[in-house]
């Protein structure tokens, strides 16, 4: 089974995460966790989008451990 997760830095998407990890999936499923930074407007500081593209793949990387932690390959 393949599963799409997507989620923000809200506490629904934890509730999210929490629920797939917690269910009984059968062997080999697979996670793909995902968020979404807004395209920022052309003038928006190189800086910026940096640090929007570093808190996604924390926010990302975090989902994927935690599933991982409970046998799903995410």
Same mark, same amino acid.
């Given at each position: 089974m393949k599963i799409l997760l997507a989620?923000?830095?809200?506490?629904?998407?934890?509730?999210?995460?929490?629920?797939v990890a917690l269910?009984?999936?059968?062997a080999d499923t697979q996670v793909e966790v995902l968020t979404v930074i807004e395209a920022g407007e052309p003038?928006?500081?190189a800086s910026i989008a940096?640090? !929007?593209? &570093?808190?996604?793949?924390? !926010?990302? &990387?975090?989902a994927a451990a935690a599933l991982n932690a409970r046998g799903l390959k995410a």
């Amino acid at each position: 089974m393949k599963i799409l997760l997507a989620i923000d830095t809200s506490s629904a998407s934890q509730t999210a995460i929490n629920s797939v990890a917690l269910r009984p999936w059968p062997a080999d499923t697979q996670v793909e966790v995902l968020t979404v930074i807004e395209a920022g407007e052309p003038w928006v500081l190189a800086s910026i989008a940096e640090e !929007l593209q &570093s808190v996604a793949n924390k !926010l990302v &990387s975090g989902a994927a451990a935690a599933l991982n932690a409970r046998g799903l390959k995410a």
